[in-house]
Each structure stands twice: as C-alpha cells, then as structure tokens.
C-alpha cells in the first residue's frame, strides 16, 4: 500500500458537521469518508469526454447512434432545451 500523507482541508463548521454526518452514515471516519469522496469526484472528472476535435466528436455521435436505435419516442425539442438551459445553471446532473 502507498505511504498516506497528511493535508489540511479548509472547511466551515457547517460543512465539517454535514461531511462528518456523511461519514457517520456510511460507517467510515471523516478523513476516509473525504478521501473516498475526492476519489469519486477525480474519477468523474477523468470520466468526462472532450470533444476538442472533428474525430472525437464523429466517434461520440456513432456512439450515440449505437445507443439510440430510433425506435422510441423523439425527444419533444422544448423539453431538450429546457434541460440544457437547466444544466448551464446547475452543471451535470450526477449519476
């Protein structure tokens, strides 16, 4: 196993209490529950595609295409916008 280092976290007593609760909860102590959680959140970030070129964003749609075999329903487009206006407000919804 990797030696563990020790970092100070800046927190509000308001977030000590809440992310303390989380731990609680999940049976674990503060600083395994922070370091679990930092995890997650670096894998999501590494997770998420750039489409920064033509390729990627040609493979990302025959993905997409893959996904969608044209069966269902088509998207009503005023609810479609809606979504994208809610995420440019509250970022991505999480998994």
């Known amino acids: 196993m ?22 609680t909860a999940a049976g674990t102590s ?5 370091r679990e959680a930092g995890i997650e959140q670096a894998g999501r970030r590494e997770r998420r595609q750039k489409l920064d070129t033509a390729e990627k964003l040609e493979a990302f749609f025959e993905e997409c ?3 969608d075999d044209g069966a269902g329903p088509e998207s ?4 479609v916008k809606a979504m994208v206006a809610e995420s440019k407000i509250h970022g991505l919804p999480k998994p």
């Open 2 to 23: 990797a030696e563990k280092l020790r970092v100070q976290v800046l927190l509000t007593e308001e977030e000590r209490e809440r992310f303390r609760g989380c731990a």
């Open 65 to 67: 295409d893959e996904i």
């Open 30 to 34: 503060l600083s395994t529950w922070l």
């Open 76 to 79: 009503n487009w005023d609810d």
